[in-house]
């Protein structure tokens, strides 16, 4: 694989049901992001992590939870999903999080909870 | 609040020039960044500005004046696949991202 890749690419979901996103890199980048994108608004940061084994959170974290056991991977979990949780997710990795380097992103996963 | 404000539609001309406009009020300032995102794709990095002044690469150039807290990406010689999203971003002082809406440019023949 090359740069970031995500799964699934899209996905319907009852409410209530548990999801997991996958994500991953394998450009040996450092931090990785998940984001999710909603129609005329801005990119949101959902959850981050600076290094394996450290996570932050970002401007929307209810109802979301991740995990950084390795470089290479960073699920988002859904624990119980909302309908409000209807969203692209985008996960997006830098060599740095707290240079000024620039964010790379994977493709997307198209999520939709009934 | 942070805020980035961005012009939410735009249309051109193919080979023309356009100019898509960023203003922003954020907590500090570590770069300000443009992406490019088609329909149902990724964003892709543009430019980065750090330095008050022009960036050219290619077709693409991107100003900033930190004073104004303002910044604009400039394309030309514009082409039907320039048709896509721009997103404005910042870096703030904790090293996120602060995204504007976007601006979805229209390029007619």
């Known amino acids: 694989i090359a740069g970031i890749t995500q799964a699934p690419t899209s996905q319907i979901l009852a409410a209530g049901r548990r999801m997991t996103l996958r994500c991953t890199q394998d450009m040996r980048h450092n931090a990785m992001y998940w984001y999710r994108q909603d129609l005329g608004l801005g990119l949101r940061l959902i959850h981050y992590s600076n290094t394996a084994g450290t996570t932050g959170k970002g401007e929307v974290p209810d109802g979301y939870s991740v995990s950084r056991a390795n470089t290479d991977d960073f699920p988002l979990t859904l624990a119980s999903a909302v309908p409000s949780q209807t969203s692209v997710y985008f996960c997006?990795?830098?060599?740095?999080?707290?240079?000024?380097?620039?964010?790379?992103f994977g493709p997307g996963t198209r999520l939709t909870v009934l | 609040g942070q805020n980035i404000d961005q012009p939410t539609e735009m249309t051109a001309t193919e080979g023309a020039i356009v100019q898509i406009n960023c203003t922003y009020q954020t907590s500090g300032f570590n770069g300000l960044f443009w992406y490019q995102q088609h329909a149902g794709e990724a964003p892709t990095f543009l430019s980065y500005?750090?330095l008050d002044g022009l960036e050219e690469k290619g077709r693409f150039s991107s100003f900033l004046s930190r004073s104004k807290g303002y910044s604009y990406l400039l394309l030309k010689e514009l082409q039907m696949k320039d048709s896509a999203s721009y997103l404005c971003?910042?870096?703030?002082?904790?090293?996120?991202?602060?995204w504007g809406a976007g601006t979805k440019l229209i390029i007619k023949p």
């Open positions: 997006a990795s830098s060599f740095s999080g707290r240079a000024t380097d620039t964010q790379y």
């Open positions: 500005n750090v």
């Open positions: 971003a910042v870096k703030d002082s904790n090293y996120q991202l602060i």
